[in-house]
């Protein structure tokens, strides 16, 4: 079975543009959850998406978005890039939210955002 | 605030020794601990877990021990192995049933030969 997919890998933008990542989760998982990862801040929830519909949301400003797709594709979008918006970008998939077992969570590669 | 806590940015130990690292959390809402494993340029992998309810899990060279009262958790390899060398996450969930972990800030572990 093919794991999380993330696309692109690399990405390097300037400051005041948007970005869209993209994330395949692992075929019949229908929970996508997203992730920052910086050396300063470490990992930090951003959010997470059940059937299309956002489920919970971390604490970051409102240029981070995300939705789901009825396929359980997951895209998330920054705008207006800012220099502290460079990080991993992690998504990890799971069959279904709230069963407890945290584990089921499966990440994927992230893709690296560097704002210049 | 930092809810989760690992204070030794990296440890370094010799092959065949153990290697404890450890975390420590605030939230005494968190009931399920986990621990997860990075190499660069991958994505973190599930490594062992531990609910509140238990306060030792053991998987093979793996073994997670909880102290609630002390809301600090530990992750003992035994015995360490050059092939463990990786950043180890510590995280924990809030009760609700939510996906939502929130990670500690890692710990380097480098396993010596």
């Known amino acids: 079975k093919a794991g999380v997919t993330q696309t692109p890998r690399y990405l390097i933008k300037t400051r005041g543009q948007q970005v869209t990542l993209s994330c395949s989760p692992i075929s019949g998982h229908r929970s996508v959850s997203w992730y920052q990862q910086t050396p300063g801040q470490g990992l930090q929830f951003l959010f997470e998406y059940f059937s299309e519909t956002q489920r919970n949301k971390g604490n970051f400003p409102g240029r981070f978005s995300g939705r789901q797709f009825s396929n359980s594709r997951s895209e998330m979008n920054v705008s207006t890039l800012e220099l502290g918006d460079s990080a991993l970008y992690l998504c990890?998939?799971?069959?279904?939210?709230?069963?407890?077992?945290?584990?089921?969570?499966?990440f994927g590669p992230g893709t690296r955002l560097t704002v210049l | 605030d930092q809810q989760v806590k690992q204070n030794s940015p990296s440890l370094s130990v010799q092959e065949g020794r153990i290697s404890i690292l450890n975390c420590d959390y605030t939230?005494?809402?968190?009931?399920?601990f986990l621990w997860y494993k990075k190499y660069p340029a991958e994505g973190p992998t599930f490594l062992i877990s531990i609910s509140s309810i238990k306060d030792k899990n053991e998987d093979g060279r793996f073994t997670v021990f909880l102290n609630k009262s002390a809301k600090h958790l530990s992750l003992h390899i035994v015995p360490s192995q050059p092939g463990d060398s990786a950043v180890y996450f510590c995280?924990?969930?809030?009760?609700?049933?939510?996906?939502?972990?929130?990670f500690g800030k890692g710990t380097k572990l480098t396993v010596n030969p």
């Open positions: 939230n005494s809402m968190f009931d399920y």
């Open positions: 995280a924990a969930s809030v009760k609700g049933g939510s996906e939502k972990l929130v």
């Open positions: 990890a998939s799971s069959l279904v939210p709230g069963r407890g077992g945290a584990e089921a969570q499966f």
